[in-house]
């Protein structure tokens, strides 16, 4: 099978093309036919070696994929050859067959496309259980999501405007703001050239948000946190922006709020149930046509490393892809 390997930790640019074996299909695992491979910020970070996880070199990047089963191991039911799917792992995406663990396997509606279905579970996925079990948002709550054209922050924005609560979308540009706007936000701050604190001050007549995602980190974080409301909570979702930021702690001292981690790779392994339950209320949700994802680039495999810098120098506008078959 064609893959794109990493062979030592560098760049996209060191990226390579190989004819790799087919990989093996053991008990519990489903093997995928790969159409279409999600490109996600730790796809960069697992290449440079600086993600949790170091695979063993050569290895192919990428954690999510859609395609169809070829075929299943010992004790596999839910699924079968033929079947649509998508699936999920911590690598091996960036090729033209996966293998996943079958409980990172699940069948996907036909309002999905293959694109759409490969970038759907880490960014809805991370989102959904963000907002849900760490932030317990309600309907009515009013959610700052940073970084709201990105994939995550674009599925923050759509999700939370299904669980009823107001949204106010901060990016860079105007045009990502239109965006978030087709999406549901209520509200916009272009974080570029407005002020984030004084913006937040006048939408929320000086109230503060319930609850901040924050999938960026830097700058950011503090005049974010500052503007927090009482019993808010600010979820830590990820470091897009580059460096991991410091908050005084007596700021959630001051406004009775919390700092929530989100990890939704380990979330799912430590309460895989819940997990599954969430995954089936997503994709409810997706057949009923209440969540597009939206797709705002598609590269060929080969091209991998072009689709690597978009999101890494935070262009892209909810979710690159890459078209494999």
Not at 23 to 42: M, S
Not at 136 to 150: D, F, H, K
Not at 221 to 250: D, H, K, T
Not at 260 to 271: A, D, H, I, P, T
């Amino acid at each position: 099978m064609k893959a794109i390997v990493c062979e030592a930790f560098g760049g996209p640019e060191d990226l390579v093309v190989r004819e790799l074996p087919s990989p093996e299909v053991k008990a519990g695992q489903v093997r995928i036919r790969v159409h279409a491979a999600g490109v996600n910020f730790p796809d960069s970070l697992i290449i440079q070696g600086k993600y949790q996880f170091k695979p063993a070199f050569p290895f192919s990047p990428g954690a999510e994929v859609a395609g169809i089963v070829d075929a299943v191991g010992e004790g596999v039911s839910h699924v079968k050859p033929g079947d649509r799917v998508l699936g999920t792992g911590l690598w091996g995406g960036y090729a033209e067959e996966m293998v996943v663990d079958a409980s990172a396997c699940f069948p996907i509606p036909d309002s999905l496309s293959f694109e759409a279905a490969s970038g759907f579970l880490m960014t809805y996925g991370t989102s959904h259980h963000a907002l849900k079990q760490r932030a317990r948002i309600q309907p009515g709550e009013t959610l700052l999501v940073l970084g709201a054209a990105g994939g995550v922050g674009l599925a923050a924005v759509e999700l939370a405007k299904v669980m009823q609560a107001r949204v106010i979308a901060a990016a860079s540009t105007d045009d990502k703001l239109a965006l978030t706007r087709e999406y549901g936000a209520d509200e916009t701050i272009n974080y570029t050239t407005q002020d984030l604190r004084e913006a937040l001050k006048a939408i929320t007549g000086g109230k503060g948000v319930d609850v901040i995602y924050d999938p960026v980190g830097g700058a950011l974080a503090e005049p974010a946190f500052r503007s927090i409301g009482w019993n808010g909570r600010y979820l830590v979702v990820g470091f897009a922006g580059g460096s991991i930021p410091s908050l005084p702690l007596n700021l959630p001292l001051l406004k009775g709020a919390s700092i929530v981690g989100v990890f939704w790779g380990q979330f799912l392994k430590v309460e895989p149930d819940v997990h599954e339950a969430n995954v089936a209320e997503l994709l409810g949700w997706a057949a009923e046509g209440r969540l597009k994802p939206h797709i705002s680039e598609v590269f060929p495999l080969e091209r991998a490393a072009e689709a690597i810098r978009v999101v890494t120098d935070r262009k892209a506008k909810g979710k690159v892809v890459l078209k494999v078959a």
